[in-house]
T-cell receptor, first 114, second 115 residues
């Protein structure tokens, strides 16, 4: 199993450009999450999904949109990138059954907005 | 909203010395508790999690953590540090119950191992 994979690994954007980050998991997990990691801030939740076709806002959702058309994929979109969105983005997934289940993380996407 | 406090953004220990990384949570009801490790330029890997089966939890790579409800703490320890333990460590919580809530992370502690 590949676990959680993210595409691309690195990206540089200019202010105002748009892009989509792709997350894929092959563990048949119901829940999926997008986080951003900034120096000295830990990870903060952007959006999450409890299943195909459903999404919800996390702690820092502004400037991002998400979609989950297939159970194994979770897309994060930036419609008009801003320098404040320079960050490392992590996707994670978790199995529904089991109260103590942990989240499994992807390797991250490093995004720079100039 | 829940919060997690990790005391010390950087902790430096000598190889072979005790490692102690502190984590306190703010919640009247104990949440689900996790420790993750992040090696340079990698994703997060689970070290251990509290499952209520025992207050002392053993994880991978010789790490363990003790849950103390009265102190709202879940500190991470390792008896003898190794050079390969140099990494960023994150304490994370999720509200108790059966929801799909994401994790709330502490700001992380960078562990430095001195030879």
């Amino acid at each position: 199993n590949a676990g959680v994979t993210q595409t691309p690994k690195f990206r540089v954007l200019k202010t105002g450009q748009s892009m989509t980050l792709l997350c894929a998991q092959d563990m048949n997990h119901e829940y999926m999450y997008w986080y951003r990691q900034d120096p000295g801030m830990g990870l903060r939740l952007i959006h999450y999904s409890v299943g195909e076709g459903t999404t919800a806002k996390g702690e820092v959702p502004d400037g991002y949109n998400v979609s989950r058309l297939k159970k194994q994929n979770f897309l994060l979109g930036l419609e008009s990138a801003a320098p404040s969105q320079t960050s490392v983005y992590f996707c994670a997934s978790r199995k529904l059954a089991g109260a103590y289940n942990e989240q499994f993380f992807g390797p991250g996407t490093r995004l720079t907005v100039l | 909203a829940q919060s997690v406090t990790q005391l010390g953004s950087h902790v430096s220990v000598s190889e072979g010395a005790l490692v102690l990384l502190r984590c306190n949570y703010s919640s009247s009801v104990p949440p689900y508790l996790f420790w993750y490790v992040q090696y340079p330029n990698q994703g997060l890997q689970l070290l251990l999690k509290y499952t209520s089966a025992a207050t002392l939890v053993k994880g991978i790579n010789g790490f363990e953590a003790e849950f103390k409800k009265s102190e709202t703490s879940f500190h991470l320890t390792k008896p003898s540090a190794h050079m390969r333990d140099a990494a960023e460590y994150f304490c994370a919580v999720r509200p108790s119950g059966g929801g799909a809530d994401g994790l709330t992370f502490g700001k992380g502690t960078h562990l430095i191992i001195q030879p």
